[in-house]
């Protein structure tokens, strides 16, 4: 069992930045390959990017490649998501998803065995 917590997210103007943290309760937090999301009101969950588990990898979706960058300590069972140049239409809850022996790639929502709680993150124009 891993337990997901979120954090770092809140309010920013557009063009700022905000860097979200994932911490995992699991000793073997290296064996995870790790994804973020994201979901917007009435919205489905939004493929963000995702992290090899040794870090080595990481895989985005376009619309935040080159402004967002994936990066993990696995001496502290953290995963970070640092997002610059936001833009309102970055606002969501953000999740993030623990994929067991993965790699840095896109998977559907159900492939991932655990999820944190979401931490909100809110763009002004």
């Known amino acids: 069992q891993v337990q997901l917590v979120e954090s770092g997210g809140g309010l920013v103007q557009a063009g700022g930045s905000l860097r979200l943290s994932c911490d995992a309760s699991?000793?073997?937090?290296?064996?995870?390959?790790m994804a973020w999301f994201r979901q917007a009101p009435g919205k489905e969950r939004e493929f963000v990017g995702a992290?090899?588990?040794?870090?080595?990898?990481?895989y985005y979706t376009d619309s935040v490649k080159g402004r967002f960058t994936l990066s993990r300590d696995n001496a502290k069972n953290t995963v970070y998501l640092q997002m610059n140049s936001l833009k309102p239409e970055d606002t969501a809850v953000y999740y993030c998803a623990a994929d067991l022996y993965g790699t840095a790639q896109r998977l559907p929502v159900p492939a991932y065995e655990y999820w944190g709680q979401g931490t909100q993150v809110t763009v002004s124009s």
């Open positions: 992290i090899s588990r040794s870090g080595a990898s990481t």
């Open positions: 699991s000793g073997t937090f290296s064996r995870y390959a």
